[in-house]
């Protein structure tokens, strides 16, 4: 079956730090890949997806590439800030086309501090 | 904003109670799905509807039932609430033609005592 593995954490950096949650991925098919991002007392936002190899999805200064050949689906930034904390979920979807739920890694709780 | 609003917000209940939980949405969106949410478990699909009357079991069904009578309109039942059931609660849609992603609503904190 298709399966998520992320980082749980939780990661700790400084503000203007590097940002790396490294993803992987199990599935059957061809999936569509995304990253969802919730914080406190709120529900899931998109973030960013990419839907086949080599895509790269951006926003807000967050990206992420398709790598089919290692299964990754890793998230970076650049400068991280204060409002960056939150739980970021990887997610991957895997109906071809059609309109199964997503399958969800457990979830990385990121703290920036000041 | 994709217009889905979850009812009740926060309820608390006792073991054995029925629960009905609802998701409403505004735009007239085909798919429909019920998750929920536990710590070192991330998201878990319990139900989802492609249709009004069509729906189908996710990867954590048991002790769950779903309604759809009209599109808007996607209730979560618990029939007889146990302990095991305290999470909290996410339903999302999906659009026509862009199927694989999903948005989701504001969530349903659930205690059952």
């Known amino acids: 079956g298709n399966s998520v593995t992320q980082m749980e954490g939780p990661v700790t950096l400084s503000e203007e730090a590097f940002l790396t949650i490294n993803c992987t991925y199990t599935?059957?098919?061809?999936?569509?890949l995304f990253w969802y991002v919730q914080y406190p007392g709120e529900g899931l936002q998109l973030l960013l997806k990419a839907t086949k190899a080599d895509d790269k999805g951006s926003n807000k200064g967050f990206e992420a590439t398709y790598r089919k050949e290692t299964t990754s689906f890793h998230l970076e930034k650049g400068s991280v800030q204060v409002s960056d904390s939150a739980v970021y979920f990887c997610?991957?979807?895997?109906?071809?086309?059609?309109?199964?739920?997503?399958?969800f890694g457990k979830g990385t709780h990121l703290i920036i501090q000041p | 904003d994709a217009g889905i609003t979850q009812s009740p917000r926060h309820k608390v209940t006792e073991t054995g109670t029925p629960v009905t939980l609802r998701c409403h949405q505004t735009?007239?969106?085909?798919?429909m799905y019920w998750y929920r949410q536990d710590p070192g478990h991330g998201l878990r699909l319990i139900h989802y509807s492609y249709g009004v009357k069509d729906t189908d079991k996710g990867e954590v069904s048991d002790g769950y039932s779903v309604s759809r009578s009209k599109t808007e309109d996607f209730l979560l039942t618990l029939e007889s609430a146990t302990s095991s059931q305290t999470s909290v609660y996410f339903c999302?849609?999906?659009?026509?033609?862009?199927?694989?992603?999903?948005?989701f609503g504001p969530g349903t904190r659930l205690l059952v005592l």
């Open positions: 735009e007239n969106h085909r798919y």
């Open positions: 997610a991957l979807s895997d109906s071809g086309g059609g309109a199964d739920g997503l399958t």
């Open positions: 999302a849609i999906s659009r026509l033609g862009s199927q694989e992603t999903q948005y």
């Open positions: 599935a059957t098919g061809y999936p569509s």
